[in-house]
């Protein structure tokens, strides 16, 4: 599986921008999605999960309230709605294909990741 990101960009601090991750084939009924971001001189830290019917999804407590994660499987494809953008919101973000139906913050479940989007949010 190859996934793409794409909908990163500059941002002036409380607006919005939509990230979108497409996956090179059919991830499967059965496997949960994440995003994860980067920022410099940081460790990676999780963003959000979404179950692999979409039933379920889990929010950094950073991020909740904030950002809506959903999924397409339809067109294999998960995206993050990110809202009230911070400037610590700044990083690269990452979407990343589970080996498990259900899966949270732990990086070691996620088994494919994309190479990244830019988010940056300026104050």
């Known amino acids: 599986v190859q996934l793409q990101a794409c909908g990163g960009g500059l941002v002036q601090a409380g607006g919005s921008l939509r990230l979108s991750c497409a996956a090179s084939r059919r991830t499967g009924s059965n496997n949960a999605m994440g995003w994860f971001r980067q920022a410099p001189g940081k460790e990676r830290e999780f963003v959000a999960a979404?179950?692999?019917?979409?039933?379920?999804?889990v929010y950094a407590d950073s991020v909740k309230g904030r950002f809506t994660i959903s999924r397409d499987n339809a067109k294999n494809t998960v995206n993050l709605q990110l809202s009230s953008l911070k400037p610590e919101d700044t990083a690269l973000y990452y979407c990343?294909?589970?080996?498990?139906?259900?899966?949270?913050?732990?990086?070691?479940?996620?088994?494919?990741w994309g190479q990244g989007t830019q988010v940056t949010v300026s104050s």
């Open positions: 979404i179950s692999w019917n979409g039933g379920r999804t």
């Open positions: 990343a294909v589970s080996y498990r139906s259900y899966a949270g913050a732990d990086s070691t479940q996620y088994g494919y």
